[in-house]
Every structure is written in C-alpha cells, then in structure tokens.
C-alpha cells in the first residue's frame, strides 16, 4: 500500500555533513506529520525529529542546531540534513509518515526500513 524508502546512509567522519532522504510512495491521499528517529546498538529507539506538513519541525536537544529536517510536499519526501556529526549519532536511522490513504481513512503511521549511519574516524 505505501512504502518509505530511505537513501543517503553510509560512513561519514566526525564534524562531516550527511543528508537522509526518505520518500514515500503507494497510495497517498495525504501525508500529515512525518518524521526522523534512531536506535544505536543497545538502546532503545528515540526521536531525532519531526515536522508537520506546514513545515514546523521539532528536535532532540541532542541534535538540535546541529540537523535540520525539511520536506517536499509535492513529492512526498522528507529529509535529514546531518551537520557536525559526532561518534554518538551513530545508529539506525529509520523514517515515519502519518499517512491517509483516501479522504474517509484515518491516518496510518508507516516506517522506513533503515538506514545505517556510522561516524568515525
């Protein structure tokens, strides 16, 4: 029915820049909140951010001025753009959208399937 599909993952050194991209596709009437989180070895999953569709984004003080969430309403895309990356943002990074499927649905949260980012030198 609807996918979320993330790129953009990979090895980046400590201070380096990355951006997650994750679109989702399938049969979409609306996409409401969408969203950012990850899960490092051992730890539970947490949120890193969320912006709704009007674009106010929310942060983890972990992250905050450091990445910026943002989206593509025309092509029902979030992104993730990772700046001064630290050996502690290394994780799973997975992507979520609220998504409603036809006018008379509720929305339904979907998930990315994951994305490895590894900081280190």
């Known amino acids: 029915q609807v996918q979320l599909v993330e790129s953009g993952g990979g090895l980046v050194q400590p201070g380096g820049p990355l951006r997650l991209s994750c679109a989702a596709s399938?049969?979409?009437?609306?996409?409401?909140?969408m969203g950012w989180y990850r899960q490092a070895p051992v730890k539970l999953r947490e949120l890193v951010a969320t912006?709704?569709?009007?674009?106010?984004?929310n942060y983890a003080d972990s992250v905050k001025d450091r990445f910026t969430i943002y989206r593509d309403n025309a092509k029902n895309t979030v992104y993730l753009q990772m700046n001064s990356l630290k050996p502690e943002d290394t994780a799973v990074y997975y992507c979520?959208?609220?998504?409603?499927?036809?006018?008379?649905?509720?929305?339904?949260?979907?998930w990315g399937q994951g994305n490895q980012v590894i900081v280190s030198s």
């Open positions: 399938g049969i979409i009437f609306s996409i409401d909140a």
């Open positions: 912006i709704t569709r009007s674009g106010i984004a």
């Open positions: 979520n959208a609220a998504v409603q499927g036809s006018p008379i649905e509720y929305f339904y949260v979907y």
